[in-house]
Structures are given as C-alpha cells and as structure tokens.
C-alpha cells in the first residue's frame, strides 16, 4: 500500500510540474510563433497561481510590447524588475521600451541600471550611448559607443550608430570610416548614409 501512496505523490509531483512547465512553455510557443494574444493568455495561466514569477511577467510585457501595448508592457517589466532588480534584459527592454516613447532621460536611467550590473554586455553600453545621443550628450555617448564596439568588435549597429554621431559633430572621416565597417559588418542602412556623406 505505501509502494502505491508513494507512486501516487510521484505521478501527482511529475503532473504537476509538467503543468507549469507546459504553462510557461505554451507561452513562449505561442510568442515564437506570432500569437501574442494567446501568449499573454499562457502567461496569466502561470501568474494566477505565481503572480511574482520574473520570467513569466517579463515575457508576457514582450508580448503587449509586440501588440504596441507599451502601457502593459511598461507594467509588466517594472513589476518583473521588482523580482529580478539585477536582470539586464528587463532593465534593456524598460530602456528600448522608454526609447521608443522618445523619454531619452528614463532610457538612460534603466540603461545606466544594466551597466553597473557585474559583466554587462556591449548592448547595455550601446543603449546608454544611444540614450546620451538623443539627449545631446555628444561625449558621453561617443565613449559609450566605443565601450561597446570594444566589447564587441562585430557590433554593426554601434559603428553605425557611432559613425553618425562622428560626422554630426564635423568628424567625417572617422565617421565615414565606421559607417564602412557597419556596412562591412552587414548593417544595410549604413550603405544609403556612405553614399550621402562618404563619397
């Protein structure tokens, strides 16, 4: 009898990990395939019974980002940061999320957060100099961007990004010669910019 009560909790434990997991899963199944409505319903499976859960709050956030919901999403992220304050990809996409609603100062601000994050990647470095570009912090973003090209040295966006800023600020050749390596590096839109300014 024991053998069975004991076989009993296992199939119960194995079922109902299989249902969280299945949960998140869907979620994440739906997100990879387009269906953001039916994703943000997988996700509030998952909440209704773990309303902290970082990940599931943080994914379903993307998915009212990708309907241009950016008001859930901003929600989403933030309560998800509350649970995971050291987690660079919220503190990236509060900052991508703050870009696009042209709010450069709280950009920086979430960028700067995953800066300070022991090993951040060339990302948080290239969203903090692109939040300085919009603000006018010419310098500051120039450095920024090179922090992140000397992280990654195969980063075409920042070369681009950073070539701009360059010929902007009357530094055309240098400018010119990072819109080269950006196109070089396969970042299309560099080529348009070189014909204007470059030849």
Do not use: W
């Not at 434990?13 to 409505?37: I, P, R, W």
């Not at 940061?81 to 100062?105: A, C, F, M, P």
């Not at 992280?151 to 009357?170: C, E, H, P, V």
């Amino acid at each position: 009898m024991s053998i069975s009560i004991k076989r009993l909790g296992l199939i119960l434990l194995v079922f109902a990990m299989f249902s969280c997991g299945e949960n998140t899963n869907d979620g994440d199944t739906y997100y990879a395939a387009g269906k953001y409505q039916e994703a943000i319903k997988a996700y509030d499976n998952v909440l209704s019974t773990k309303p902290k859960n970082a990940n599931a709050l943080y994914n379903r956030g993307r998915s009212y980002e990708a309907l241009g919901d950016l008001e859930n999403a901003e929600k989403d992220f933030l309560a998800a940061l509350e649970n995971d304050s050291k987690n660079t990809q919220i503190l990236l996409s509060l900052s991508s999320l703050y870009h696009q609603n042209k709010n450069h100062n709280r950009a920086l601000l979430y960028a700067e957060y995953a800066v300070e994050v022991p090993g951040a990647s060339a990302m948080a470095y290239f969203m903090k100099a692109r939040a300085l570009h919009q603000l006018g912090n010419t310098d500051e973003a120039l450095k920024e961007y090179g922090a992140a090209i000397k992280m990654d040295d195969s980063f075409g966006q920042a070369y681009y990004n950073r070539g701009l800023l360059k010929i902007a600020t009357d530094k055309k050749n240098s400018g010119c010669e990072d819109l080269k390596m950006a196109l070089k590096l396969d970042f299309g839109a560099a080529s348009e910019v070189i014909e204007k300014y470059c030849n």
